[in-house]
């Protein structure tokens, strides 16, 4: 899991206790003193709409507690959708972009709830 890889890779991951054993790896990895370049550019999935990026119960808290202050990933590298944005399709269209401009996702982590529902996208609401 720690082995580093010829290029820094871009990690897409859904938020949350689901994740949290897969969190914990890439923070032992870091704390070993393994590079984890899969981390070294991040893009979260989803964020709740209208929770400022400091409450505690927002994706962006979330993963500063649990992931961004235990490993080394510049700021700059760090992608997390807005919950207060003004203009949600602008924001949206600006963080698909910034995306493509990391050159994509090599690898998305997501979880799958008790119901099958991915993110929160419920089985059959597509």
Do not use: K
Not at 61 to 67: A, G, V
Not at 86 to 95: H, M
Not at 106 to 115: F, N, P, S, V
């Amino acid at each position: 899991m720690c082995s580093t890889p010829s290029r820094n890779a871009v990690l897409g991951m859904a938020t949350g206790p689901r994740h949290s054993a897969c969190i914990r790896s890439w923070c032992g990895c870091t704390r070993r003193g393994r590079s984890t370049s899969l981390a070294s550019r991040r893009s979260n999935l989803d964020e709740y709409v209208g929770l400022p990026a400091n409450h505690p119960q927002s994706y962006h808290y979330f993963m500063d507690e649990h992931f961004f202050q235990h490993v080394n990933i510049p700021r700059h590298n760090i992608n997390i959708p807005s919950g207060t944005t003004s203009n949600y399709p602008a924001f949206c269209q600006w963080y698909e972009g910034r995306i493509a401009e990391c050159g994509g996702i090599d690898l998305q982590i997501l979880g799958i709830g008790t119901d099958g529902h991915i993110a929160f996208n419920e089985p059959g609401a597509l």
